[in-house]
Structure formats: structure tokens, C-alpha cells
């Protein structure tokens, strides 16, 4: 038996994601429940699975930002993309409960999305949040 063939007594440990998506189209309108690190090598896939959403033309689509622990500058090009693909399609894209570092870095910078993009809390639109957000005109 060689060294190659002999059973090994270590596992290899799975690693922890940076970032998950959940995608749930149970109800009415679906939702994008992100989670972890938005970064340049994760932020794509949001606005990649999104459009795939949007294609079918829901009413409306909902982007869970409360479980992100990191947000990059290439998660505002994400958003900014998806808010573009979804007013070309005319799918109401809202934003609900947003995270600490996703807030911090959208006010930081200036980022100011338009008043289709509300900020939601338990469903509710936030008026607070979309004044606190303004509005933006992507290039």
C-alpha cells in the first residue's frame, strides 16, 4: 500500500462562505436575503442573481441587506446595477433593513438611491431612510 492509498484519520474542514444568497419566490414578491462579506470577488453574484429575477418580471423584488458584514464599494456598483436592470424592467426594487456597514458606506460616499429603492423595516417603507438616502441618477 502506498502513502497515497493509506486512509487519512484528519477531515478536511468545509470552509465558512464569505457571502450568501437566499433567493425566496414562495410568496408574492420575491426576495434576495444576502448575507456576509459584499466584496469584489462576491458582489457580482447579486446582481447576477437578481437579474435572473428580474427576468421573470415580478411587480416587485426585495433585497435583504441585514445580514452583511462587510459592504465594499463594488457592492455599490451591485446595487447601482440592479436598480438599472430592475427600472429597465419595471420591477420596484426595495431594499429592507439595510446593515450597519452597508448604511455607513452608502451615506460615506454620497450614494443616494432613487425613490424607487425605499429602504424597508418588516415590510414598511422607511421615510427616514429615503430621506436619508435621496436620490441618485446612475451613468
Known amino acids: 500500500m502506498s502513502i497515497l492509498e ?3 484519520r484528519h477531515r478536511a474542514r468545509v470552509a465558512k462562505p464569505i457571502m450568501t444568497l437566499n433567493l425566496d419566490s414562495e410568496g408574492p414578491v420575491p426576495a434576495i436575503a ?21 427576468a421573470r418580471r415580478p411587480a416587485r423584488l426585495i433585497l435583504d441587506l441585514s445580514r452583511v458584514t462587510f459592504f465594499s464599494a463594488h457592492g455599490i456598483s451591485a446595487l447601482l446595477r440592479t436598480q438599472r436592470a430592475a427600472a429597465c424592467a419595471g420591477v420596484t426594487l426595495t431594499l429592507r433593513d439595510a446593515a450597519p456597514c452597508v448604511s455607513h458606506l452608502l451615506a460615506a460616499t454620497r450614494t443616494r438611491l432613487s425613490s424607487t429603492v425605499p429602504t424597508a423595516r ?8 429615503m430621506r436619508r438616502a435621496g436620490e441618485f441618477s446612475p451613468a
Open 6 to 8: 493509506q486512509p487519512t
Open 34 to 54: 444576502v448575507r456576509g462579506e459584499v466584496d469584489m470577488s462576491t458582489a457580482h453574484l447579486i446582481d447576477e442573481l437578481a437579474a435572473h429575477v428580474i
Open 122 to 129: 418588516d415590510g414598511q417603507v422607511d421615510p427616514v431612510g
